[in-house]
Structures are given as structure tokens and as C-alpha cells.
């Protein structure tokens, strides 16, 4: 597959955050997530076969997120898009291509918010 043909197949901008410690004003830290950027990509359920390999690899996964290798993204990131949300579980670069990573993610589901909040 060329460059210019995979790149047609990324349709859609994800924001891409990373974990932050911050002073949760009591002596401690809290974790927050800073967004670092938008980049194209696309995002996709993980097929039966990928999740096994995973889970034989002590990890869990529920999409696989596609983007133009470079733009930095790391285990811990999250990606959000098409009203949702996943944390980034590993990187993988496809045979080596130099082109494209696949990124194995897990879906971080939404909290429910309280009555009254």
C-alpha cells in the first residue's frame, strides 16, 4: 500500500492528551491529562483474534488506532474521537514500514455524573 493511499484512510482528527502529575494542593499529586494535539487518524474495533494476542500478552485491548508514524504518541497517551475515548496500551510499527504505527488501545468508559452535581 503507498503513502498517499493510506493517508486518504485516515478520515478523522483525534486529540491526543497525556497524563500529567499535578499538585492536588494537599501535599500530594493528582493525575490529569494535557491535550497535546490533533492529529488525522482512524480508529477501529479490535477483532477477536487481536484482543487473544493481547491478553496472551497481559494486555487488554478494545480498538486499534492508526496514524502516520512521528507524531510521538506513547503507552499512557489517550486518543478521543467519534465519542470515544482510549488509552494507548502499546505502539506497534508494522513491518517496519517507517510510514505508519498501529497503536492497541483500550476504551476508558464514562463515568455516570452525579443527580444534583
Known amino acids: 500500500m503507498n ?3 493510506f493517508k486518504s484512510l485516515l478520515n478523522r482528527d483525534y486529540l491526543i492528551s497525556r497524563p500529567v502529575r499535578i499538585a492536588n494542593g ?6 490529569a491529562f494535557m491535550p497535546l494535539m490533533t492529529v488525522p487518524g482512524r480508529l477501529r474495533p479490535a477483532s477477536s483474534a ?8 497481559q494486555r487488554a485491548i478494545t480498538h486499534v488506532f492508526y496514524v502516520i508514524e512521528g507524531w510521538g504518541i506513547q503507552r499512557d497517551d489517550t486518543v478521543e474521537g467519534d ?5 494507548v496500551q502499546g505502539v506497534r510499527e508494522p513491518s517496519r514500514a517507517d ?8 476504551e476508558i468508559q464514562k463515568a455516570t455524573k452525579e443527580i444534583g452535581s
Open 3 to 5: 503513502n498517499t493511499h
Open 26 to 31: 494537599q501535599g500530594g499529586w493528582a493525575i
Open 50 to 57: 487481536e484482543r487473544e494476542v493481547a491478553l496472551q500478552e
Open 83 to 87: 465519542e470515544v475515548t482510549v488509552r
Open 99 to 106: 510510514h505508519h504505527v498501529e497503536i492497541d488501545c483500550l
